[in-house]
T-cell receptor, first 116, second 112 residues
Framework: EAEVAQSPRYKITEKSQAVAFWCDPI?????LYWYRQILGQGPELLVQ????????DSQLPKDRFSAERLKGVDSTLKIQPAELGDSAMYLC??????????????FGNGTRLTVT | TQLLEQSPQFLSIQEGENLTVYCNSS?????LQWYRQEPGEGPVLLVT???GGEVKKLKRLTFQFGDARKDSSLHITAAQPGDTGLYLC????????????WGAGTKLIIKP
């Protein structure tokens, strides 16, 4: 079964440094999501793409976070500068469409970020 | 404000016991999904319920959507260690373009 690929699996960085995460969704999936999950909590949507366009980034801290999906396929999420509070699991998910019933989300295994 | 409240937050029981976890809200959802997440992995969809009062079964797991589509429950019969994980519910709201609203999850541990 096709999977959502994410890298790296783990990242340790010092505060004030830049960090980037990469996601390759399931082929043909037009919608791509970046979520942040703090230990013991549910996922929090950071940004949603439909093809190469951002459709929701209302919860993205734009002073330090940026996301792009230039060709409508893979995506990169960047944090600069990283802060201690950014330590979390960053999950990427993809779906064929935007209707969660007919287009369920498929998640990658995430990137565990630790900021020291 | 947590729009979807999951309870209990944590549950540890012996293998073979039955359990029920809950997902409650004051909001109406067009559909509600249950996911299971194992440590170090992403959530995996278990089921989607759409109709008020709907009941779906997945082997030993029974999912129910409330009549008013504001709440849901997950019942596990004869729990097994392989059921261990974080159970998340997520509701889709029609008037927010079907954006998923996530609960904080129930961490379930089944002891052999």
């Amino acid at each position: 079964e096709a999977e959502v690929a994410q890298s790296p699996r783990y990242k340790i960085t010092e505060k004030s440094q830049a960090v980037a995460f990469w996601c390759d969704p399931i082929s043909g999936h037009a919608t791509l999501y970046w979520y942040r999950q703090i230990l013991g909590q549910g996922p929090e949507l950071l940004v949603q793409f439909q093809d190469e366009s951002v459709v929701d980034d209302s919860q993205l801290p734009k002073d330090r976070f940026s996301a792009e999906r230039l060709k409508g396929v893979d995506s990169t999420l960047k944090i600069q500068p990283a802060e201690l509070g950014d330590s979390a699991m960053y999950l990427c998910a993809s779906s064929q469409g935007t209707d969660s019933y007919n287009s369920p989300l498929h998640f990658g295994n995430g990137t565990r970020l630790t900021v020291t | 404000t947590q729009l979807l409240e999951q309870s209990p937050q944590f549950l540890s029981i012996q293998e073979g016991e039955n359990l029920t976890v809950y997902c409650n809200s004051s909001s109406v959802f067009s559909s509600l999904q249950w996911y299971r997440q194992e440590p170090g992995e992403g959530p995996v969809l278990l089921v989607t319920v759409v109709t008020g009062g709907e009941v779906k079964k997945l082997k030993r797991l029974t999912f129910q959507f409330g009549d008013a589509r504001k709440d849901s429950s997950l019942h596990i019969t004869a729990a097994q260690p392989g059921d261990t994980g974080l159970y998340l519910c997520a509701g889709a709201r029609v008037y927010s373009n079907y954006q998923l609203i996530w609960g904080a999850g129930t961490k379930l541990i089944i002891k052999p």
